[in-house]
């Protein structure tokens, strides 16, 4: 039983110093997640396009299929959907390789 309180109270030690004045300067945090890459201005209005066109048809099923089960299956097409648009939302594309990948879940969420 000493033990474990020995323990517990030098873990609370580490945790209270873990934090302190400096962790609270934004510009010293790094950021969680780390920045991504530059998406180019071209590739970025076409994913945009392709993320609007997708959420357009959303709208437009979610209200056709209200009460029906079908409706059931539309968040199979939210996520690609989502996918893509937090992606653009928040820099968080990490490899100029993931580009034709959004351009495909696009296609994929159109197909569903």
């Known amino acids: 039983m000493r033990i474990l309180a020995a323990s517990l109270f030098f873990a ?3 945790f209270v110093l873990a934090d302190g004045p400096q962790d609270n300067i934004a510009e010293k945090v790094r950021p969680v997640p780390p920045e991504g890459v530059m998406v180019p ?4 209005a076409d994913l945009q396009k392709g993320v609007d066109d997708l959420g ?3 709208a437009t099923l979610k209200k056709s299929l209200a009460g029906k089960p079908q409706a059931e299956l539309l968040p199979d097409v ?3 959907h989502n996918s893509v648009r937090y992606a653009l939302a928040h820099n968080e ?3 100029t390789k993931e580009f034709p990948i959004a351009k495909k879940h696009l296609q994929l969420g159109m197909d569903r």
């Open 56 to 58: 357009k048809q959303i």
């Open 78 to 80: 939210e996520i690609f």
């Open 12 to 14: 609370s030690v580490l």
């Open 41 to 44: 201005a071209e590739v970025r």
């Open 93 to 95: 594309f990490y490899d």
